[in-house]
């Protein structure tokens, strides 16, 4: 359980990270997606996020630990909201 909290923690503090700093970024190409690899817990796991900025939205994804496996959709983020205090998210990290 707490590996789980800590894991959903490490993927929101990011989240929030990756976001800011975009929020003053010149306009994309429409369909442009920006990709990044974020190590959480000291690489115990790797998540990617995916912003599609046509849709306003960070999709996280977590990468396989082994060399084979599936990558799973975790949650997404609401990127229309960036600059509020609080953006909505559905994260679903309990597996």
Known sequence: MTYCFAFLL?????????VL????????Q???LDTQIVPIASGL???LSITDHD??????????????GKVV???NVDLS?????QLPAELDFAD
């Open 30 to 32: 429409p369909g442009e």
């Open 21 to 28: 700093p975009g929020a003053a970024e010149p306009e994309h």
């Open 81 to 85: 909201a960036t600059g509020q205090e």
């Open 10 to 18: 490490g993927v929101v503090c990011t989240a929030a990270l990756v």
């Open 45 to 47: 796991a790797m998540v």
């Open 55 to 68: 849709a306003k939205r960070m999709y996280l994804y977590e990468l396989p630990t082994k060399k084979e």
């Open 73 to 75: 959709l975790r949650g």
